[in-house]
């Protein structure tokens, strides 16, 4: 059979590891030209797909490519930009097809989280429908760490590792200070849906941290929340907030939700650390300081977890050699075998039953008070952030790639999206 072309492109929120995919599926395809002539990027994910603006990553040498597996965001550019149904969007997916016809492409491999699995699977789906089978793999990628069946999503390590060490060591500043000053601090951390980042937060307790968590999946009590702040400042002096920005009312409404919404229709939020630090002033009258990490968490490669790089990488790989041997509409996984020593290897999962579902922290994972994390919740988050892959440093600062993202010359006319 004749090699065929193939696709892969960056969706949704970057990561400080999603480029080490990247590198895992191009260097994979490259060690086999006889099934993967060439890797075509889109540049800005979907987007560069319908608009036929393509990068060849061909044309970019093998020290570059091996450089992603330490560069963060998004090496091709990423969007927020979701495929509507066939019903509601045929031109698009007619587009699709249009393109990858017209540059022999075989193989779709899209990077991303919840919503990128639903376009690979429409994809997948109707390729085949259109006239033009295409094998379409999903890698994994969310910080979120929401994606169901693998037991973690690259990215959340090492969001995990940076939030837990800035919380702790911010930690020590209040500490230092709280006698005369601040008493309150709150770290407010990515999470829409999905507490598992903050839970990250909660390791610091392990090291006599006074922590109060704030999961989106508990319901946000003000007067339950103030007498527990009440309580950890009259025994330690201080009180650390690490907030979901996903927290909400029992009505829904998020603590930091702007009236805004994104490209995938989701509520834009921001702001959940202002609110409860002022929150805390307004009622027990604390001095506060607050953060909110946003794309610093995600975009800490110089913090990275070595198992979330190791996993970002194979699990990209393993996608080119699935598609290779011939499955499509399926996302490889990470297996958890122990935690203790920790030992994983990569399954997979049909994308039916992966596309439009969420996985949220287990009531189990969160301590009876909901403020905190149980042992449970603890033997699962130490593994994803131990090990550290540092990336070189040039003159005090890390080194990373900057490709050239040459454009593949245009066969098709423009497409209005």
């Not at 490259?30 to 036929?52: M, Q, S, W």
């Not at 990490?293 to 790989?317: C, I, M, P, T, W």
């Not at 008070?369 to 040039?394: A, M, S, V």
Request: glycine share 8%; aromatic share 10%; net charge negative.
């Amino acid at each position: 059979m004749t090699a065929k072309n193939a696709f892969y492109a960056q969706s949704g929120g970057v990561t400080s590891v999603i480029n080490a995919s990247a590198c895992g599926v191009i260097e994979t395809a490259r060690a086999h030209p006889d099934k993967i002539a060439n890797v075509y990027a889109g540049r800005n994910g979907i987007i560069g797909a319908l608009t036929e603006d393509l990068i060849d990553t061909n044309l970019e040498s093998a020290e570059n490519i091996a450089a992603l597996r330490y560069t963060p965001s998004g090496a091709f550019g990423s969007c927020r930009y979701k495929l509507k149904s066939l019903e509601a969007n045929k031109r698009e997916y007619d587009r699709l097809i249009e393109v990858f016809k017209a540059h022999d492409i075989g193989y779709f491999f899209y990077n991303g989280g919840g919503d990128s699995a639903d376009t690979c699977y429409k994809v997948s789906q109707l390729s085949e429908a259109l006239g033009f089978p295409v094998q379409a793999i999903h890698v994994p990628k969310t910080v979120d760490n929401d994606l169901p069946i693998t037991d973690n999503c690259p990215g959340f390590g090492s969001v995990a590792k940076y939030i837990a060490t800035s919380t702790l060591e911010a930690s020590f500043d209040v500490r230092s200070m709280c006698a005369t000053s601040t008493k309150i601090f709150v770290i407010e951390v990515m999470g829409r849906h999905a507490g598992w980042i903050a839970a990250a937060g909660a390791l610091v307790a392990d090291q006599g941290i006074p922590v109060l968590t704030l999961f989106p999946e508990v319901e946000f009590d003000q007067d339950k929340f103030l007498a527990a702040v009440k309580v950890k400042v009259a025994d330690h002096g201080y009180c650390i907030i690490c907030v979901s920005e996903g927290c909400h009312y029992p009505d829904g409404r998020f603590l930091a939700e702007q009236g805004t919404r994104d490209a995938f229709g989701h509520a834009q939020l921001g702001g959940a650390a202002p609110v409860v630090a002022n929150m805390v002033k307004d009622a027990l009258g604390h001095k506060f300081h607050w953060a909110v990490a946003d794309y610093l968490q995600r975009a800490a490669r110089h913090l990275a977890s070595k198992s979330d790089v190791e996993q970002a990488y194979a699990l990209g790989k393993t996608g080119v050699e699935l598609a290779i041997a011939g499955h499509n509409a399926i996302m490889p996984t990470v297996v958890r075998k122990s935690s203790s020593p920790y030992v994983w290897e990569i399954g997979h999962a049909p994308l039916s039953e992966v596309a439009n579902v969420e996985k949220f922290m287990p009531a189990d994972f969160i301590s009876a008070d909901g403020f905190g994390i149980t042992d449970k919740c603890r033997e699962y988050l130490y593994p994803l952030i131990q090990g550290e892959d540092y990336p070189p440093y040039e003159n005090g600062l890390p080194r990373y790639v900057t490709l050239k993202n040459a454009p593949v010359p245009r066969k098709l006319g423009a497409f209005a999206l």
